[in-house]
């Protein structure tokens, strides 16, 4: 091999390395302006939320989330924890509706030997469990009248007593809990201490529900496609423009979970690299009538480079598929092996973004 020939396979090797370096990093760029922990979005709602997130993560303090079913609390509540100076150490969940009290007291504080018929053994609990890092306290709103007085003890003192021990033990746990009920309600109603309210209620992280931050359903969609799609060990699939749109109008009564489980059953359901609005199930759910007409991406279709404005799953994508193509003189082979995809996988994405496919 003559050595003009050997510095041109370098010179296209260094090309195609810059040109991986290059995806990589817009799609770590991208993650980290979009996504707190597990939680998505690139809404100005959700940047606000991920911005008093990343405040609260670096505290020790109590936090109350509060929010509707399939919002994301435990998401976020791991955020805190992983996010935090606690993460070393266990992160800790339980659900307070799941069980009566005597078992809830059991769970939380432990017990010693002999303390109630069946204990055969001494247990620690959950609070000793999760020392030096984070109780998660789901559904407090649940918890009984009994529990909320001994927790607010808890809270207050710093010490757990296990069932049928006259010692207490002192804890080092940072307490997050969650709800989606109404705890101000709940106070008048009798059901939750006000006591216990007001120490809970000093940190508070309000948790939108999806219907009012659609901007962020089209990033959660596509994220969800990949997701579920990888899990699958299927291709990769693609929403038509009917089916992004009847996302976008739906009211999604249950949230975030509930779009990552309608974009399984599209995933799974649909037979080609399309979804349709029919492999969504959403046909028959009333759209909301304060969702303003959607508008078209006008975005030229050789953009050589996405601005930040335009930064996001599908604008990436789209550049990353045209600079593929440039990057390999238009030989469709060579751009799909840069890219990581099947030929024909890059095929149906030129032909997505309207891009010539020779």
Known sequence: MKLPEVG????????????????RHLRQALEERYTFGDLLGKSALM?????????????NSTVLIQGESGTGKELVARALHYRGTRRRHPFVPVNCAAMPEGLLESELFGHTRGAFTGADL???GLFLEAAHGTLFLDEIGEMPLGMQTKLLRVLEQRQIRP??????????VRVIAATNRDLAHAVRQGTFRKDLYYRLHVMVVQLPPLREHRDDIALLAETFLQRHA???HLELRHLTPQALRSLEEYDWPGNVRELSHVIERGVTLSTGAWIDVEDLGLASASPSSRLAPCTTDTAAPGVTHPTEALLNLEDLTRYAVTAAVQKSHGHKGRAATLLGVHPRTLTRMLRRYGLPEA
């Open 122 to 124: 001494a247990r620690r």
């Open 163 to 172: 069932v049928g021990s006259d010692h207490e033990v002192a804890i080092d």
């Open 230 to 232: 990888a899990a699958n």
């Open 8 to 23: 041109a396979l370098v010179h296209k090797a260094l090309t195609e390395r810059a040109l991986r370096l290059e995806n």
């Open 47 to 59: 940047q606000r939320l991920f911005g008093l997130l990343e405040r609260l993560a670096a505290t």
